[in-house]
């Protein structure tokens, strides 16, 4: 196989997915505030993995047998990283394990978790005596 | 050839990337960072899965790594919703 | 009456639409075949499930999207840089995270979905909490001096163009 130009192609994709997601679980382990450790691996992570993806498109075309279906994880991915940030970042605040408070909503009262948390009150601590 | 390389790359660098995800799920210290764990974990053996399928040279990893990425995804919600309300489907 | 027969056959033609486009991926070979049946599904789905989904998501103007598009992958490219840098080479002492407060102009929650995804996915923020009455945005940052200034920015490049689609 020549080093063409869709060779280094592959090759970037593989060592930049490669790279970032190591960035991701680097900085899940490095950061110390579990807010700052939800941004590592939702961002880093998704667009590492993203592009080892966009290297096997580039790989399979190389190969002479085209397939695009990854297209699919990639965009699957990208619509998913951000809710299930939304739901861990919900489960700190529900927790309450962030250091610094939160600050006033701008126009309402609260937040919705907090909001959420003040209306079942009496359910919370039978669930902590079932768990 | 430059491929090889960087798959060997890609291999290493996912797998180091797993190991120091499993020593956070471990560490914790919260359900939260274990919650996040997970979801990366889950997120890097999709990562693997397209590089064994690069390496191999096939498409059969394709719906395996489709079906991972679906269920981390869905568990990830699951277990924050489970955190968060006590319940799962209201 | 026509107009009211083909709206309750194609309840949402864009899920129509990427239906058919997913289930050619998934085929991954082009062909008649995969065509025809993405096609009787993309009508069958939406209209089974219609009962369940009565409002349809109202985008004004769907060309807008494709501009937004190429800003948020910029957006996203230039901010994993940037958050790999802090991420690796930034002490955790000197690291300054901090709450950021969106009050809201947009109203739909199409809008606001797109507002809160966009936000996760770009610049060192991550969305994590709406409030009660949905008129606020909860950001968190992870680096930054000036939370003021990371509102503006985000009520600037992303709101702005997403009310222009939505609304």
């Known amino acids: 196989m020549s080093h063409g130009i869709l060779d280094i192609a592959i090759a970037a994709a593989l060592v930049i997915g490669g790279l970032f997601t190591l960035v991701g679980s680097i900085g899940l382990l490095k950061l110390e505030a579990p807010m700052a450790r939800l941004h590592a691996p939702t961002k880093a992570s998704t667009l590492g993995v993203g592009s080892i993806l966009l290297a096997s498109v580039l790989y399979a075309y190389a190969s002479g047998a085209p397939s695009y279906h990854e297209l699919l994880i990639i965009a699957f991915l990208f619509m998913t990283a951000p809710v299930s940030a939304y739901f861990i970042g919900k489960v700190h605040i529900h927790l309450g394990q962030n250091r610094k408070p939160l600050p006033k909503p701008a126009r309402d009262r609260l937040w919705a978790t907090e909001a959420k948390r003040e209306e079942d009150t009496p359910s919370v601590p039978e669930m902590k005596a079932d768990a | ?90 | 009456m026509a107009t009211r027969f083909v709206q309750r056959l194609f309840p949402h033609p864009l899920l129509s639409v990427a239906l058919v486009i997913i289930w050619q991926l998934l085929a991954n070979e082009p062909s008649i075949n995969s065509l025809v049946f993405g096609a009787i599904l993309g009508v069958l789905l939406p209209f089974a499930t219609a009962a369940y989904w009565p409002n349809r998501p109202q985008v004004t103007r769907p060309w807008m999207l494709i501009p937004y598009g190429l800003v948020v992958a910029w957006d996203i490219i230039t901010a994993n840089i940037t958050v790999a840098l802090i991420v690796l080479f930034k002490p955790n002492r000197n690291i300054r995270s901090a709450w950021v407060n969106v009050p809201l102009d947009i109203r739909t929650p199409e809008a606001i979905t797109a507002l809160a995804g966009t936000i996760t996915l770009t610049p060192g923020t991550v969305s994590v909490d709406l409030s009660d009455e949905g008129h606020a945005l909860l950001v968190h940052a992870l680096h930054t001096d000036d939370p003021e200034a990371v509102a503006r920015k985000i009520k600037h490049r992303y709101e702005r163009r997403l009310k222009e689609i939505f609304e």
């Open chain 2, 1 to 90: 050839m430059i491929v090889t390389y960087a798959l060997i790359f890609a291999f290493a660098a996912v797998s180091l990337s797993l190991l120091l995800t499993m020593i956070r799920l471990v560490k914790g210290p919260r359900s939260g960072d274990r919650i996040l764990a997970l979801d990366t974990l889950s997120i890097n053996a999709v990562a693997l899965i397209i590089l064994v399928g690069i390496a191999g040279a096939t498409q059969i990893y394709f719906e395996a790594a489709i079906i991972i990425a679906m269920l981390g995804f869905v568990s990830t919600v699951a277990v924050a919703r489970f955190v968060l309300r006590g319940d799962i489907i209201e």
